[in-house]
Structures are given as C-alpha cells and as structure tokens.
C-alpha cells in the first residue's frame, strides 16, 4: 500500500513538470499582437472624454489635383512601441502598441493647410491634435518621391510638434508641386500683378508676401485667418488695403476727393498752398505728386 502510493506521487510530480514545460515552451512560440489595446477607446460604457476625439474639423481638400486621389486612405507605420497611421486631407493619429488596458491612442494633428515657398508646397501641416501641456500636437508632413505611397519616418523634432515623412510617385514630376498652377485664373491674374509691383520696386517684400498669403487664403491653401466684419467696422478699417484692387480703388476715392475740395478752397479764394514753405524758399509739391513714407508706392500703378 505504501509503495504505491510513493509511486501514486512520483506520477503526479512527474505529470505537474511535464505539463509546466510544455507551456514554457508554447509561451517561447506566442506571437504578439500588433494591434493597440482598443478595449478604453471602443468601451459603451467608458467616458466619452476618453475616446479619440477631434478637436475641429478637416479642412477641405486643396492643393494639386493629383494629389486629391490620397483623400480616404491611410498609410500605417510601427516604430518601436507605437503605431501611426496617416490619412491625408485628414489627420495622423497614435496607437501606443500594448496590453496595458489604458494604452495610449491619440491625435497627432488634423489636416489644416499647406506649407509653401518659392511657388512650390513643402509640405502639410496637421493642426489642432490632442492637448500637449499648454499646446496642441501639431505635424508636419513632407512628400518625397519613391515608387510607391508608403509611410516611412516619424520623429518628434521639438516637444508635441512631429516630423512625418511620406513617400508617394505622385510627387516625381518635377512641377508636381507648384503652386501656381493650382490656381484659377483670377489669383494668377492678382500674383503676376503682385509680382511685377514687386519687381518694379513699388511694394515692400512683406507687402509681397502679404499679398501672397491673400492670395492663398482665398485658394484654400492656407487657412484663413480673416475675422467677419460688420458694415460700419469694414468703413473704419478701409483705410487699410488689403490686395492691389481695394488699393487702387481707395486711391481713386481719394483722389477725387482732394480735386473736390481743391476746387471748393478756389471757387472761395482760399490759398491750400502752404505758408511756412512759402517763407522758407520750399518747393510746394502739388498733393498728387507726393509720395508718402512707407509702403504707399502701389498707387503708382495707375
């Protein structure tokens, strides 16, 4: 009877090793998941803050017309711990790669506009992504040329502002990316005259790009920043010119106002030469040949 239970025990050791190596063994083999813990972000029953939640809207899609075949796809990437997915004319979002159940997903940045210099976009920017400390993550997209469309770097350059490099044949041409074909024939028109105004020295180089930056606003390449005005605020800031028309339709006004009260100061025989420079020898110059301090140049094109 002893014996067989000694031997009752050794069956039952020897069955707990074996069974405990062969799942040593089988846990070696275990694949890991590739795919974020969505367990929080797909709950009912969790906090809506919880969830992936944009911040504003996309901006429509803008830019070269080839481009446009990217808008409702996106281009996934796994470095170290994380997954990022790109969707362009949308957002970059986060996946931290874990079984934690509060794993990390969040919003990197939300399409918002181009980035442009020198007639050519440089890059996309994605705006407005989760909270980061006092700042919203931000990102910056950059095409480059490859045989196929393919997410191939993501880097965090400065704090909660990303670098994301995407690859595409969409960009190989040589003029795949100006800017000036792009727009309509109106905003070429208004670049061509900013252009030579430019080049004939009549505005400044802020003045320049001023009127770029206008220009691209109303492309929808940019986004606008223009705050809607109400009727009597519009006619206290028209003083301000904002394009070459409005500046040569102001000009006009005001030309034709100084001839109305040149000839009322006459027909009552009141000098509107002025005394002091008369005094000093100085030469009167008549008010539509002087020319201002600052960036009032413009007029000249008329």
Partial sequence: MCSFNRRSRLLRTWLFYLSFHFCLTLAGKMK????????????????????????????????????HRLAGKCFSLIESLYKYEFCPFHNVTQHEQSFRWNAYSGILGIWQEWEMANNTFTGMWMRDGDTCGTRNRETKVILLCSNSSKLVQVSEPSTCVYSLTFETPLVCHPHSLLVYPTLNEKLQEEWDEAEQARYEGLITEQGYNNLLR????DAGLLKS?????????AEVDS??????????????KQSEEIARLRALLTQNNISFESQPNEQKGAVTVPAKDQHLRGDTGIFDLL
């Fill in 32 to 67: 890991i998941v590739e795919e974020p813990n969505t367990f929080g972000l797909n709950n009912p029953f969790m906090a809506q803050g919880n969830r992936l939640q944009p911040k504003v809207a996309p901006s429509p899609v803008s830019g070269p017309a080839h481009l």
């Fill in 225 to 233: 920043n223009k705050v809607t005005e109400t009727v009597p605020q």
């Fill in 239 to 252: 003083g301000k010119p904002n394009s070459l028309q409005k500046c040569q339709e102001d000009y006009q």
């Fill in 214 to 217: 206008d220009i691209f606003q």
